[in-house]
């Protein structure tokens, strides 16, 4: 960083930053100089975090009243929803919550990928999202279990009998997450233990994510390296602060309305009956967020080929940064890109659009047509686009476009003022 | 951009849609519910009348273990005066105990009792109803797909089975329910409760009464819900201006094209 040196003015505020340099560090992330151009698809990092910290806020008082039992479960959430002050609102704020969660990430996810943000020298940041991710989805799982619904208990069965397919050990590992011979109330007692340990290893994970963030500094829409701080950037206090203030306000009242007009609506109505392990569901789907996972899961007729592909589809995205080829990171240059790009949002649409059909029919074939793209877009068309790929002349400074000479500068341009 | 906005509405339509999407049988019919909406609330006496309905018919068979006496005197539910209350929850033998000798005994329903089951239990509940569980209809309308509409659908959803359909004993005929066939007989007729408050007990009106009851039940935070919710969402609005306009305002040293 190439900020000045902080040093506090009162003496005590030098001798406590002396041996703890919290004011510095405070000072650092206020005037962290930020690119000016960012748009609103840079704010949902800020929209994570709130994202975060309202699910371990909500969820702490949720512990409080729940009982993870499988007899005294269900019940205990009736007795949050009717008994509890204000029950209602913070079971609603969690569970809704979880939702707006993945809503949000998969923004930030996409955002990276048509701006390029995972590229060198951004690799660490990239993973460690993963690694977020991952939790994320391991958090959200378990904690659709707690509430012992129907969905909750057939959905559990499902993913932990993934397990079962791997050789040999497959079937003593499975038995060994129930802690049981299928799920029950050890399997329920654990995941209540675990879905209570994960928000914070993602909390522990989200301070890495922005540590290694504020190494090199934020990517921007035009994608290019920017001298810090200069007339390109602007200090994350007050202009990033205001701005992303603003988009999560937007954001918090898309997720008050589903708190407070539609709270069921991503939810499935057969978690309102208790868990019963004599009666399968009808149909058996996991959550919105997980749709597109669960549509490759079961595009191969072969369980354990299921399981690699679809574990697959996540760590796939651990070495895009080394598939990807191109030297421009930002698709506003990539015109190529750009088109494969959005191909690849409808493709992810479409399989989280067949999870939720039963595996039928065309509902089959459109998965395995979606699968396989999924996978070719990353091993085939990302590397050879990169070499092949013609990109437009990319602009030298954000502020500059008289120096860059470039043409292009009005579409970097045009694509700032869109926002 | 425009292009990211088009994706940011497909992902949010489409994952309604996929949750809306209803299953095989045919659409349930669509009420006119008044706590339907925004701000939607629920008709008291129609929960009054859906609570003698259930009382009268339903209780014999189905449980609401979830619900206490209490909740019907509480604001935003069929709000029975306070002696209503005592006088309902008196109504109905509770099991207590173990006393002093370690005995159980009854005694009269106070207001923070649970409701009382007709059953002891699921098994005593599936034998005398020929196997198939009355479910408990505390959170009911949440638990069906189509709520409140399907569970009234299914009420006044009888007729004879269509010509080459058998039906085994005890097994009826209905339009709305999954598959077509109910262990439930229809037990609904005109006239059948004598309502206190001098409406005509047709079964559509029993039907569209005992179902804003159970309605109720299932979420009985649902006033106070929208009544919230209207205000969070001003408050938000009113408060994304003013940041908006002191964005505007800081931004403007800079760049005044945000």
């Known amino acids: 960083m190439s900020e000045q040196e902080y040093v506090p003015k009162s003496k005590v505020g030098k001798w406590f930053n002396d041996r703890l340099p919290l004011l510095s560090l405070a000072s650092h992330l206020t005037d962290y100089p930020t690119p000016k151009n960012l748009n609103y698809w840079w704010t949902f990092g800020g929209i994570l975090t709130f ?111 993934l397990f079962s397919a791997i050789p040999l050990i497959g079937d003593s590992i499975t038995t060994w997450l129930w802690g049981a011979y299928s799920v029950d109330n050890p399997t329920l007692t654990r995941f209540f233990s675990l879905h209570y340990l994960i928000p914070f290893l993602i909390l522990g994970l989200v301070v890495l994510h922005i540590w290694a963030l504020h190494v090199p500094g934020n990517n921007n829409p035009v994608g290019i390296d920017i001298k810090k701080p200069s007339k390109d950037t602007v200090p994350f206090h007050p202009y990033i602060t205001i701005k992303d203030a603003f988009a999560l306000l937007l954001f918090m009242i898309i997720f008050a309305g589903f708190v407070f007009f539609a709270p069921n609506v991503l939810g499935h109505s057969d978690n309102y009956i208790q868990a019963n392990p004599m009666v399968t569901p009808a149909h058996i789907v996991p959550e919105w967020y997980l749709l597109p996972f669960y549509a ?57 659009y067949v999870g939720a059909m039963p595996a039928e029919g065309i509902y089959l074939v459109l998965a395995r047509v979606g699968t396989v793209y999924y996978f070719l877009h990353f091993i085939v068309i990302l590397p050879v686009v990169g070499y092949l790929e013609k990109t437009e002349p990319v602009p030298l400074s954000i502020s500059d476009p008289v120096l860059s000479g470039s043409a292009d500068y009005s579409m970097a341009k045009k694509d700032n003022e869109k926002i | 951009m425009k292009k990211f906005k088009l994706f940011f509405c497909i992902l949010l339509s489409l994952t309604i849609f996929n949750t809306l999407k209803s299953a095989e049988q045919i659409d349930p019919i669509k009420v006119d519910w008044s706590f339907k909406g925004l701000l939607g609330k629920f008709d008291r006496s129609s929960l009054q009348r859906g609570y003698q309905v259930y009382n009268e018919v339903c209780a014999s ?64 509940a ?56 109910i262990k439930m007989p229809n037990n609904l007729s005109d006239g059948l409760v004598d309502y206190a408050d001098g409406t005509e007990a047709t079964v559509d009106q029993m039907a569209k009464d005992v179902t804003t009851f159970l309605s109720w039940a299932a979420e009985p935070e649902l006033e106070s819900r929208h009544k919230t919710g209207v205000k969070v969402i001003l408050y938000l609005v009113l408060l994304s201006i003013l940041v908006f306009l002191s964005m505007k305002k800081i931004w403007s040293r800079v760049n005044p094209e945000i």
């Open chain 1, 296 to 352: 490759i899961l079961r595009s191969v007729p072969d369980k354990l080929g299921g399981v690699i592909l679809m574990f697959g589809a996540i760590f796939i995205l651990f070495v895009l940064p080394w598939l990807d080829t191109s030297k421009v990171r930002s698709a506003v240059f990539r015109p190529i890109y750009r088109q494969f790009f959005w191909i690849l949002v409808i493709d992810v649409l479409v399989l989280g």
């Open chain 2, 61 to 124: 068979c189905h449980s609401m273990q979830y619900l206490s006496y209490r909740n019907l005197g509480e604001p935003g539910g069929p709000e029975f005066s306070e002696e209503e209350v005592k006088a309902i929850a008196a109504g109905f033998e509770v099991t207590d105990g173990p006393d002093a000798q370690g005995e159980m005994f009854t005694r009269p329903g106070r207001p923070s009792d649970k409701f009382v089951s007709p059953y002891p239990n699921v098994n005593a």
């Open chain 1, 51 to 161: 994202c975060l910290l309202t699910q371990i806020i909500t969820g702490i008082v949720l512990a409080m009243h729940y009982v993870a039992h499988a007899d005294l479960a269900f019940a205990s959430v009736e007795h949050i929803m009717r008994d509890v002050n204000y029950g209602w609102l913070i079971r609603y704020i969690h569970s809704n919550g979880a939702s707006m969660f993945f809503l949000a990430v998969y923004i930030h996810i996409f955002r990276s990928l048509f701006y390029g943000s995972y590229k060198s020298p951004r690799e660490i940041i990239w993973i460690i999202g993963l690694m977020i991710y991952l939790l994320m989805m391991a958090a959200a799982f378990m904690g659709y279990v707690l509430p012992w619904g129907q969905m909750s208990f057939w959905g559990a069965t499902v993913i932990t009998n």
């Open chain 2, 126 to 181: 599936a034998a005398a109803n020929g196997g198939a569980y009355p479910p408990d209809m505390s959170v009911l309308v949440k638990a069906r797909k189509g709520g409140a509409n399907y569970i009234y659908s299914v009420l006044v959803g009888y007729e004879d089975p269509p010509p080459g359909v058998t039906l085994d004993e005890g097994v009826y005929y209905n339009k709305y329910m999954i598959g077509n066939k």
